[in-house]
């Protein structure tokens, strides 16, 4: 895909400020935070989104909840806790066609949002 923004961070070629990063998925900041800890985790592997990953392609949700929890432990944010998000299509409020989590921490968040 070499139109996606999030595979050209994942080459390098748009920077990034990269938190985590292994074999199979990276994570670094979103570039307009909307908590004081706001992180984007997304697999190497382009898909357009969670329609497009089916069991063939092995437990990569699974792999980025438990990395989401990794960073959680280690930068303390487990204590007061955190949310994570998926959008999923138009009416989810998914603008960029590259599966990704997003992992908010910091503050308060509020339920339902929008
Ligand atoms: P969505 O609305 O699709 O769930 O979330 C897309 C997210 O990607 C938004 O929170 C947006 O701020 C973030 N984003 C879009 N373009 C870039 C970029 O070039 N770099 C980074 N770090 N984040 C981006
Ligand atoms: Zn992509």
């Known amino acids: 895909m070499s139109d996606c923004i ?3 961070i994942i080459k390098g070629s748009i920077p990034a400020q990269i938190e985590f990063e292994d074999d199979r998925i990276m994570v670094f900041k ?3 935070p909307q908590a004081p800890i706001h992180f984007l985790l997304i697999p ?5 989104s969670l329609m497009e990953v089916d069991s063939k392609d092995g437990d990569i949700v699974a792999h980025i909840y438990m990395v989401a929890k990794n960073i959680a432990r280690q ?3 487990d204590r007061n806790g955190f949310r994570i998000v998926m959008n999923c299509g138009q009416d989810g409020g998914q603008t960029v066609q590259h599966i990704h ?6 503050r308060s ?3 339902p949002r929008g």
Do not use: P, Y
């Open 6 to 8: 999030f595979c050209s």
């Open 30 to 32: 979103d570039i307009n």
């Open 44 to 48: 190497k592997q382009h898909f357009d």
């Open 75 to 77: 930068r303390g944010f």
């Open 101 to 106: 989590f997003h992992l908010l921490a910091g």
């Open 109 to 111: 968040l509020q339920w």
